[in-house]
């Protein structure tokens, strides 16, 4: 067997005591030339620094300063916000007042049940005919306590069936029996103390009565008659009535003005 052969020879084996006092080669010193750049290189470095230290400062102060400016305006919203909740709870909470009295104005067919078409629990509507037709509308479970006196009803009861009636049919609904509430008050006398209703006004009412009923199906003749086979209401009846002609074709005294 051969040993292998080494390329140069081994290094000699000191004491551990040679080797704590192990002498590191001094450095080169540097040249005059060398030591102004070293020089000007760390003056650089130390601008440089000096320079981005304060851009950074400058953007924490845009920062704070934005900060600061977006905190006023939260809070201005956040009091906008509260000052539209508010006005817009008010304005619901009074939209529900007029409900609970309308609905007490017409005990007989104003009802109240649960609301199918809403979600969130507690939600009602409000069922009442005035004038022969339908209306409805949501009542928020914060308004309830208005409406104790409306009779309380199932889903399923006939008078809380909807008739498909629409917003803007309800309201015009509503206009047609405000125009009828309004011929009532011509008929009787004076609308105010200082305008009497002239005979063409009345006539002019009801011809706008009668042609707003006929937008609800209701029938009348060239003579301003109502048709009874059609099925009208009692608004169609009250404008008979007005005319001074009976559902049946016999002639009634018109009413007094």
């Known amino acids: 067997m051969t040993k292998p052969t080494r390329n140069h020879a081994p290094e000699p084996v000191r004491p ?15 040249s005059l030339a060398e030591v102004f750049t070293a020089d000007l290189r760390q003056a650089q470095e130390l601008a440089d620094t000096r320079q981005e230290a304060a851009r950074w400062k400058r953007h ?14 939260n809070d201005q919203y956040r009091d906008q916000i509260a000052d539209l909740t508010k006005e817009r709870d008010g304005a619901y909470r009074e939209r529900a007042q007029l409900l609970a009295w309308l609905a007490a ?24 005919v005035a004038g022969g037709w339908q209306m409805s509308w949501h009542v928020h479970p914060r308004d309830a306590d208005l409406f104790k006196h409306v009779t ?24 047609n029996h405000v125009r009828l509430l309004a011929l009532d008050g011509i008929a009787d006398g004076p609308l105010t103390g200082v305008t009497e209703a002239s005979p063409d006004a009345r006539a002019t009412a009801l011809r706008q009565a ?16 109502h048709d009874q086979a059609a ?8 404008l008979c009535q007005l005319l001074g002609e009976t559902v049946t074709g016999e002639t009634e005294k018109p009413r007094s003005a």
């Open 152 to 175: 309380v009803v199932d889903v399923t009861d006939p008078r809380a069936q909807w008739d498909g009636h629409g917003t803007e049919q309800k309201y015009e609904r509503m206009r």
């Open 231 to 238: 099925g009208a209401g009692a608004v169609t009846f009250a």
């Open 105 to 128: 104005l017409h005990p007989s067919t104003a009802v109240i049940t649960a609301s199918p078409d809403v979600d969130e629990d507690g939600w009602q509507l409000l069922y009442l």
């Open 16 to 30: 551990w005591v040679a080797r704590l006092f192990r002498r590191t080669p001094a450095p080169k010193p540097l």
């Open 60 to 73: 924490a102060d845009s920062y704070d300063r934005q900060r600061a400016e977006a905190e006023k305006l």
């Open 210 to 225: 009668i042609k707003a009923a006929r937008t609800e199906g209701h029938r009348f003749d060239t003579e301003g008659k």
